[in-house]
């Protein structure tokens, strides 16, 4: 079993949808957990990320996270085409960052 | 926008070549990274470094080697390219702070016939 779990997609969603991401992980020593934007031909840079569980939200971006589940998730309100992206969780337990596969989203106008 | 600079981006050689793949930052970083990015697949880690003169391998074997004589430089070697080192290579820094997130440089995509 991988220590994070991430649905590769792709997902595709009209302008203006709620988009779910979500991963799944084994390790219950992750502390950090963070969400990373990849767009084509592109480093990801880094969206948001948030310590233990709990919710954070930044602009139309809630990330959460369950550590009872081992599940983290990442919303996106109203979605625009500009989100158009590789969406990659990554956690951290002392120096290791993990990373998902990444989820591929496309939003058409 | 992070400043972590990659070169060259694209590099198409031809089998046995050595190749040299240079990233650089600006922020003062201690840590730097080297991350394989495949299709479909993780990241995954392939060296870092702590600081100046010091170098590990990462989770993933990798025939590449690294160095790191300044706090800004940390370039890639491969000293004999193989079609199987075909992949995308991603330099990333950290300041180590909280969660430690990384800053990405925007790779470079090696091609090796």
């Known amino acids: 079993q991988k220590e994070v779990e991430q649905d590769p997609g792709p997902l595709s969603v009209p302008e203006g949808a709620i988009v779910s991401l979500n991963c799944t992980y084994s390790?219950?020593?992750?502390?950090?957990f963070m969400w990373y934007r990849q767009y084509s031909r592109k480093g990801p840079e880094l969206l948001m990320y948030?310590?233990?569980?709990g919710n954070k939200e930044d602009g139309r971006f809630t990330a959460q996270v369950d550590k009872s589940s081992k599940y983290i998730s990442l919303f996106i309100r109203d979605s625009q085409p500009s989100d158009s992206a590789t969406y990659l969780c990554?956690?951290?337990?002392?120096?290791?960052?993990?990373f998902g596969k990444g989820t591929t989203l496309s939003v058409s106008s | 926008e992070a400043d972590i600079y990659q070169t060259p981006r694209y590099l198409v050689i031809g089998t046995g070549k050595k190749i040299t793949l240079e990233c650089s930052q600006t922020?003062?970083?201690?840590?730097m990274y080297w991350y394989q990015q495949d299709p479909g697949m993780e990241l995954h880690l392939i060296h870092y470094?702590?600081?100046?003169?010091?170098?590990e391998k990462g989770d993933l074997s990798s025939e590449s080697t690294v160095s790191r004589i300044r706090t800004e430089h940390f370039p890639l070697t491969l000293e004999s390219a193989r079609p199987s080192h075909t992949s995308q290579y991603l330099c990333?820094?950290?300041?180590?702070?909280?969660?430690?997130?990384?800053?990405f440089g925007e790779g470079s995509r090696l091609t090796v016939l």
């Open positions: 470094s702590y600081g100046v003169n010091s170098t």
């Open positions: 948030t310590y233990s569980s």
């Open positions: 990333a820094s950290s300041g180590g702070l909280g969660a430690g997130e990384l800053f």
């Open positions: 922020m003062g970083h201690d840590k």
């Open positions: 990554a956690m951290r337990a002392g120096t290791a960052l993990i």
């Open positions: 390790n219950s020593a992750f502390q950090y």
